[in-house]
């Protein structure tokens, strides 16, 4: 529905704004991740890679 592509727009923009030279894009299952792996370990390795929580 709307909130599906206004969620694909934001994503396709932020893209769209970054250095083309160091584009990257990550996606991650949470639901799946957040079963099998403590969130703190989750957090804190997204941290040490430079994305906040």
Known sequence: G?????AVRSIMDSI????KEY??????D???A???ISHSYIIKMCGQYGFSP
Not at 2 to 6: E, G, I, P, V
Not at 23 to 28: E, G, L, Q, T
């Open 30 to 32: 949470f639901h799946k």
């Open 2 to 6: 709307r909130y599906m592509h206004d």
């Open 23 to 28: 584009r990257a894009v990550m996606a991650i």
């Open 34 to 36: 957040f079963d099998s």
């Open 16 to 19: 769209d704004q970054t250095t």
